[in-house]
């Protein structure tokens, strides 16, 4: 620990321990007040809470401090007032079906953010005390010591780690943990919340059965394939009964034709907000699909972005295309060869730091002190783009040399 982080943590004052035999500590921040929790991990993944500090994602608590000392990870983190869902269960006992339903629904919002990330982090470790439940119904994801990054280089988990019952096959050596993983734990809590049974003792009897039972698969190909896949199809079983109640109602009404065109309404203002929330699910699923490998400006698909993007683009080509060099002895204009060089060279050069300053793949943040979203990443942008321009000119003085111009 360096004397920076050191200083940092300093801020924290320790008011009462929370979890002894995990080493939790709830802590105030003396510039402000705030409440947090502060952690000491000896399990944990440094690259995953690094990220989660850099971002900000509803639904888990914000990052303040990850700091690495002696071995141990010491995480200083949002404190979010609630009870576990497993005091939930402890105090009131099961919850029916849509209180079930509606923390699905909200564990797979955040499973969609978590997994559109660059890389993308599989929570791993999925169970009713790892979900706090506010007082207004709002749910939280928590405790981050089995995450990890998707790897898909790896065929299996390097370390097995997810508490039984609730972690996939693929996290006890029968294959590599990814997304899937996540919502295999998801459909293991909300049966397990409604039952009170482990996977494998039967799925709870409601109306969204097969889901849960098309997320308990034991291959992770028979699962959903994405969070927001399930999250589709979790808004479209709502739709469903939503529009089979109006018909109940339809039917209750009689021939009242007012009470007819209200319920017509509200079923289309119904699919209209769904299909918006969806859309705008799908717009942030970047990383975790074929949108990832967009150009910058393509990406997010919101059309006034694309539309800015293209003239952009455009503007490279023809800036390339109507490029003039002229010979800087005689001051004749260069042709031929040497002028398709350079050409290429511009191109090049522009839409390098294109990707670069549109922070392509994620890449900046693989960059040493690019990390964390602060001062000094903003001035390292700068500092990394001249570099990258130098060793294009490089290049293209070794190129020119090489071709005898």
Known sequence: MTLEEESRLSFYRELTVLDEKKNIVLVQDIRNSELCVKKTLDIYSHDVYEQLAS???EGVPAVKECVADDGKLIVVEEYVQGRSLKQVLDEQ??????QAYDIAVQLADILVRL????????HRDIK??????????????????????VNADKNEDTRMLGTVYFA??????????????????????????MTGDKPGAGIAECRFSDILKKCLMV????????????????????????TQDNGKDRTAFGGDNVALIVRVCENIK???????????????????????????????????????????????????????????????????????????????????????FGNYLDVRRKLPGMKKVNAISTILTFVYAFVILFLLVMFLIIIMVIAGY
């Not at 006992?93 to 849509?98: I, Q, R």
């Not at 997994?115 to 599989?122: F, G, R, T």
């Open 93 to 98: 006992g099961l919850l029916n079906e849509e």
């Open 219 to 242: 291959d992770a190909k028979d699962r959903y394939q994405s969070a927001a896949e399930l999250r589709g199809v979790l808004d479209m079983l709502n739709y469903n009964a939503h």
């Open 270 to 356: 119904f699919v209209f907000v769904n299909w918006y929330r969806k859309s705008q699910i799908s717009k942030g699923d970047v990383n975790s699909s074929w949108r990832k490998y967009l150009l910058p400006g393509f990406r997010s698909l919101n059309i006034i972005s694309c539309i800015a993007a293209l003239i952009w683009y455009a503007v490279i080509v023809m800036l390339t295309f109507g490029l003039t060099v002229s010979d800087s002895k005689t001051g004749t204009p260069e042709a031929g060869g040497k002028l398709i060089i350079y050409k290429i060279a511009a191109f090049i050069i522009m839409l390098v730091q294109t990707l670069w």
């Open 128 to 149: 009713p005390s790892n979900i706090i439940i506010e007082k207004n119904g709002h749910v939280n994801l928590i405790d981050f010591n089995a995450a990890r990054h």
């Open 115 to 122: 997994h559109q990330l660059e890389p993308a982090i599989v």
């Open 168 to 193: 996939a096959p693929e996290q006890f050596g029968f294959g590599q943990s990814d997304e899937r993983t996540d919502i295999y734990g998801l459909g293991a809590t909300i049966n397990y919340i």
């Open 55 to 57: 971002v900000r994602i």
